[in-house]
């Protein structure tokens, strides 16, 4: 199975603050990497597809870019409703859709 | 709106038995691929299972292959999970989720339920 990667597993950062999550993929996935947001109490968010689609609704703060192995989410000006943990998830090796292991991100 | 909402989660004994419903409404849930994603507690997301539109493609995750069965009734507009053998790890939050799909086939989870909760103690 492909194994994902995050890095870091969790930071600390400042409201306005930009921020990056890195997610590697043990072997090449193509674009077929996706993004969700998932909030304590909150029902999972999809945040971006295809490495760098954003989902309609999601705010244009959010940014997805990568291909291969290495992948990576920006979020820019840093919102404290953006407390949550982050996880990638690659879709190309199916049957099986790996998750990483999520990034905490606090404020 | 789309909306999904899963229930039969509860407490149950090693080795028991389950079953989980989820119910689809405001989208035409015979047209999507269906999955099962599940949280342990302070554990990070896992996937499970999948179901194509018609049934006639499943997949599961090693954890729960061969104990855990998945399937829908189009009609009805629901997903389920069997789950058999239940083991203290199967633990968690269990969430359905809508699986989307571009033209280039990417798929991804685009509507999920608020999810249900499975003790194994």
Redesign the interface.
């Known amino acids: 199975d492909v194994q994902m990667t995050q890095s870091p597993s969790s930071l600390s950062a400042s409201v306005g603050d930009t921020v990056t999550i890195t997610c590697r993929a043990s072997e090449n996935i193509n674009d077929y990497l996706n993004w969700y947001q998932l909030k304590s109490g909150e029902v999972p968010k999809l945040l971006i597809y295809a490495a760098s689609t954003l989902q309609s609704g999601v705010p244009s703060r959010f940014s997805g870019s990568g291909s291969g192995t290495d992948f990576t989410l920006t979020i820019k000006s840093l919102l404290p409703e953006d407390i949550a943990t982050y996880y990638c998830q690659q879709t190309y090796r199916t049957p099986r859709y790996t998750f990483g292991q999520g990034t905490k991100v606090e404020i | 709106q789309e909306q999904l909402v899963e229930s039969g989660g509860i407490w149950v004994k090693p080795g028991g038995s389950l079953r989980l419903s989820c119910a689809a409404s405001g989208f035409i849930f015979s047209n999507y691929y269906m ?1 099962w ?1 599940r ?1 342990a507690p302070g554990q ?4 499970i299972s ?1 179901i194509s539109s018609s049934s006639a493609y499943t ?1 599961y ?2 954890s729960v292959k061969g104990r855990f069965t998945i399937s829908r009734d189009n009609a009805d507009n629901s997903l389920y999970l069997e789950m058999n053998n239940l083991r203290a790890d199967d633990t968690a939050v269990y ?1 359905c ?1 809508r699986d ?1 799909m ?1 033209s ?1 086939y ?5 509507v ?4 249900t909760t499975v003790t194994v103690s």
């Open positions: 999955s994603i949280q990070g997301l896992e996937w999948y997949n995750a090693d969430y989720a989307a571009t280039s990417h798929y991804y989870m685009d999920w339920g608020k999810g």
